[in-house]
């Protein structure tokens, strides 16, 4: 609407420049206004005419509606948080939405001090207390430590917490305890709607975990052990 | 939403500059005051929605929004803000509207400053330049359109071309603009003057600050072109008779022909015909030059064939201005065809002998660079002709026409005395000889090209300075355009003596260096001292370190640059230079050899910045011509 409001007021601004001279400097027989009026008629409707088919009317209501553009612009939205919480730095919630966009930016530290500020501000909540402790394994780069830790807290909140769930079931993958990986992982499956990535990737890792137990507990020969040695360098479900 | 009204704007200045031309055109036929003033109105708001329709765009490239496709296309997160800022003129749809651009200002300041014009003529003029906005528009709209868009928009764009992340290409395109459309407002005033038949000397006197305007920025953009080409491509040429430069310096040799001949029809009220011809010729020089470049047929003919409605529409373009201008010419030239005759010998015969001289100069250049394009567009085969053949035409056409340059002031008007003349220039020509001969002796070895290019200098700057000497005596102070005169031919002759004494003297060596190892070019000692990682936002770059000795003392460091820019993977060689005011030492970055070598280029390049000041004193030279009319304007109206 606003679009159309600023086409109506370009329109008026060129009939202003175009018909004031004109009116200013009408000689003595100004009886034919035929011209301007044509020109008052014709220049709208061209304009809209011409806009239609050259340009894209429809990419505004598109844009607002889809919401890729917000995640193309999420630099953006991430600048926008940032000043939010500048006003209000005791907004927990705005401050998880941060961390979390600095973790897609790859920003662990920053990720890490944001969320740290919202696990002051909300101590008991589950889903802050695992977001905060992948931002510490991202910027350290393990699990272990005070990460799990943070993740065991935050199951003893919420046991069903999917982000502890799948960190718990990554630290106990890495250290090759498959059993208790197994654990985890298929608690986080049940809960997981069934088309997602994080979903496909969770049970190709559980596959791999049973494989490994299977192979553990049987002491079955070594088929299948490259390609489980080979996936073991890159076991993030991610 | 920006982009979408940037949109909008373009299709409503497409209007505008159609009613721009109707009423201009119509009003100053029918004497209709009130029309003639819609045509300015018109003129203003064309200006206020090109430029608002540029600003959307430079919106758009500032605030990275890649649904628009030229800005996915032509620019990327990574590209810095001035670069970004940019980019709006650095792709082909955005340097048109840059040209529209200007063509709408100039065409305001035409309506603003020329209120003491004759009422039809401005009109007129307004009208013309309403009609080529309005091709401009359409071209821009209908077949490179910058606001197409792109939905959903991709994550990041393409990337500037590494070539034009620079400074100089940052002014080499908007100078070039502004000349070309200084020389289509003397394109409209020639179609008013044929419509209204009185190209008489009034005339010219208005004409002739904008074609002086026109050539001023067509100098500079050419200039910056020419040193953009020296430093960043890496091995320091400065002219290429490339076809791209080539088509901004066939307006140039017409425009300055146009000046020339313009002082001779306000002077002499004579030569109109000429003078209109040759307003003509330069705009339409200026569009043929947009079609070599805008089409894609330089590239390869065959681009052309690919996205034929671009080159097209230009050539289509190219066709009526230069027909209907012909046609019109035609008809009317018979009717402003004045008396005003001059005997062959005379300052006006020398005016026109260098005229001639110059469009000769001007048809060889056309020759080369349109040949082989032509000859590849009929599958006749392919040939390329290169500088050789552009150095062995140009340079005896041009010759004599700079010996005529120091004579035509020593010749009267209407009548003169070629004797005379030589009588009063022998010492000159004795000392542009002796100068010749014997000045090349002291750069160690006689060359041609030095003693040519010394010798003609010689001879332009002692014969100018005489000329202005002898005017002095004759009437007292020395007007601005005088200085004018003094200034673009003193300019052009320094600017001979650079490329005299660059290309007899310039020298070259290429090395394969270890760090720590040396080389040596002339009087100079290179110690190469090994290169670091130099990284900056959107390319990563390996600077060397090499320090310049001479007789042991150390007189520079030079740090040149091999850059590869992340997104379009391309190699750029940013050279180091140290400028002098009697020869630049260059040196630039080869490529990494097996072993830890680096090759690198040195060059020594005598003299070669003269070039540059030369075409520097041109553009002053016509600054203060344009200066020296305004000022006689006032006088003139003081007066009466």
């Known amino acids: 609407m606003s679009f159309w409001i600023g086409v109506g007021a370009f329109v008026l601004v060129a009939l202003a420049l175009l018909l004031l001279p004109w009116w200013r400097q009408r000689s003595a027989p100004a009886g034919r206004p035929w011209e301007a009026l044509g020109v008052l008629g014709a220049l709208p409707a061209l304009t809209v005419g011409l806009y239609i088919y050259l340009g894209a009317p429809g990419i505004l209501e598109e844009q607002a509606l889809s919401q890729a553009q917000t995640r193309y612009d999420a630099e953006g939205i991430v600048r926008a948080l940032e000043d939010k919480l500048k006003k209000n730095p005791n907004d927990a919630e705005g401050w998880y939405a941060l961390g979390r966009a600095y973790i897609a930016f790859e920003r662990a530290a920053e990720a890490e001090e944001a969320l740290r500020k919202a696990a002051t501000q909300a101590p008991k909540d589950a889903r ?27 199951l003893a909140i919420n046991p069903d917490e999917e982000k502890a769930l799948e960190l718990a079931g990554l630290a106990a993958y890495q250290e090759e305890k498959w059993a208790e990986a197994l654990h985890y992982w298929r608690r986080l ?31 079955t020969g070594m088929a299948g052990m490259p390609e489980a040695q080979e996936r073991k360098k890159s076991p993030s479900p991610h | 939403m920006i982009p979408e009204l940037g949109h909008v704007a373009l299709i409503l200045a497409l209007q505008l500059a159609l009613l721009q031309g109707f009423f201009g055109l119509l009003g100053a036929s029918r004497a209709n005051l009130s029309w003639m003033a819609a045509a300015r109105g018109a003129a203003t708001g064309q200006l206020l929605f090109v430029l608002l329709g540029y600003l959307a765009l430079v919106w758009a ?26 980019a709006a003129w650095g792709s082909h749809e955005g340097s048109f509207l840059l040209w529209t651009l200007m063509m709408a200002a100039w065409t305001v300041a035409l309506a603003f400053l020329g209120r003491r014009m004759p009422a039809e003529l401005r009109a007129r003029a307004i009208g013309v ?7 401009f528009l359409a071209y821009a709209l209908f077949t490179s359109n910058p606001f197409m868009r792109l939905h959903p928009p991709p994550m990041d764009g393409g990337d500037l071309n590494p070539l034009l992340q620079d400074p100089g290409m940052i002014l080499h395109p908007p100078l070039l603009y502004m000349g070309y459309v200084g020389f289509a407002v003397t394109f409209a005033f020639a179609v008013a003057a044929l419509v209204a038949g009185r190209p008489d000397a009034a005339w010219a006197r208005w004409v002739r600050p904008w074609a002086l305007a026109g050539w001023v920025f067509l100098t500079l953009g050419i200039m910056i072109g020419s040193w953009w080409a020296y430093y960043e491509l890496g091995w320091g040429g400065w002219w290429f008779w490339d076809p791209s430069e080539n088509a901004s310096l066939m307006p140039w040799l017409a425009g300055t022909a146009l000046l ?4 001779v029809t306000e002077k002499r009220r004579s030569l109109q015909v000429w003078t209109v011809f040759l307003a003509v010729a330069v705009f339409a020089l200026t569009l043929l030059g947009a079609f070599l470049v805008r089409s894609g047929v330089l590239s390869s003919v065959h681009a052309f064939a690919l996205d034929p409605l671009r080159g097209l529409f230009i050539l289509v373009f190219l066709g009526v201005v230069v027909g209907a201008s012909l046609i019109l010419f035609a008809l009317r030239a018979k009717a402003v065809m004045a008396p005003g005759a001059f005997a062959p010998v005379s300052r006006e015969s020398a005016l026109l002998t260098g005229n001639v001289l110059l469009l000769t100069a001007l048809g060889a250049v056309m020759l080369g660079t ?13 040939i390329s002709v290169g500088p050789p053949y552009f150095n062995s035409v140009f340079v005896p056409l041009m010759a004599p026409a700079l010996i005529l340059l120091g004579i035509a002031p020593f ?4 009548a003169a005395d070629l004797g005379k003349a030589l009588h009063d220039l022998r010492w000159q020509a004795l000392a542009a000889l002796l100068i010749g001969a014997l000045a090349p002796l002291a750069f160690g070895a006689w060359r041609w090209q030095a003693a040519l290019g010394l010798a003609l200098a010689a001879w332009m700057i002692l014969a100018t300075a005489s000329a202005l000497r002898a005017r002095r005596r004759a009437s007292g102070a020395l007007p601005l355009s005088a200085w004018g005169m003094g200034s673009a031919h003193v300019g052009l002759a320094i600017g001979i003596i650079g490329m005299g004494l660059v290309s007899a003297y310039e020298s070259e060596t290429t090395a394969a260096l270890h760090k720590g190892e040396k080389a040596a070019l002339g009087p100079y000692e290179f110690v190469f001292q090994g290169t670091a990682e130099a990284p900056a936002s959107n390319y990563s770059a390996m600077r060397g370190t090499v320090q310049v000795f001479r007789d042991g003392r150390e007189v520079v460091t030079l740090m040149p640059e091999k850059r590869i820019y992340l997104k379009s993977k391309m190699t750029m060689t940013e050279a180091a230079i140290r400028y002098g005011a009697f020869g630049d030492i260059y040196v630039a970055l080869g490529e990494p050899l097996p072993g830890g070598k680096w090759s690198v280029q040195f060059y020594l390049k005598p003299f070669v910045g003269w070039l540059w000041v030369g075409a520097l004193l041109m553009a002053l ?7 020296g009319l305004r000022r006689q304007r006032m006088e003139r109206e003081e007066t009466t």
Request: hydrophobic share 50%.
């Open chain 2, 411 to 414: 010749l009267r008007w209407g």
């Open chain 2, 621 to 627: 030279g016509g600054l203060l011509a344009a200066a």
């Open chain 2, 61 to 86: 490239f500032l605030a990275n929004d890649f649904s628009v496709m030229n800005v996915a296309e032509h620019s990327s997160r990574l590209l810095p803000m001035q670069y970004r800022f940019t």
């Open chain 2, 260 to 263: 020339h001949s313009l002082i």
């Open chain 2, 370 to 382: 349109l040949y082989p394009l032509l000859l590849d567009a009929f599958d006749l085969g392919k």
């Open chain 1, 189 to 219: 499956l049940r809960k997981l709607p069934k088309d997602n990535d994080l979903h496909d990737a969770v049970s190709q890792a559980v596959g791999i975990a049973e494989r490994q137990l299977a192979e553990k507990l049987g002491g």
């Open chain 1, 128 to 154: 802050i207390l695992a977001q905060l402790a992948e931002a510490i394994a991202l910027g350290s780069g393990s699990l272990q430590g005070r990460p799990l830790e943070l993740v065991t807290e935050a």
């Open chain 2, 129 to 135: 330049l309403g009609l080529l906005s309005f091709c």
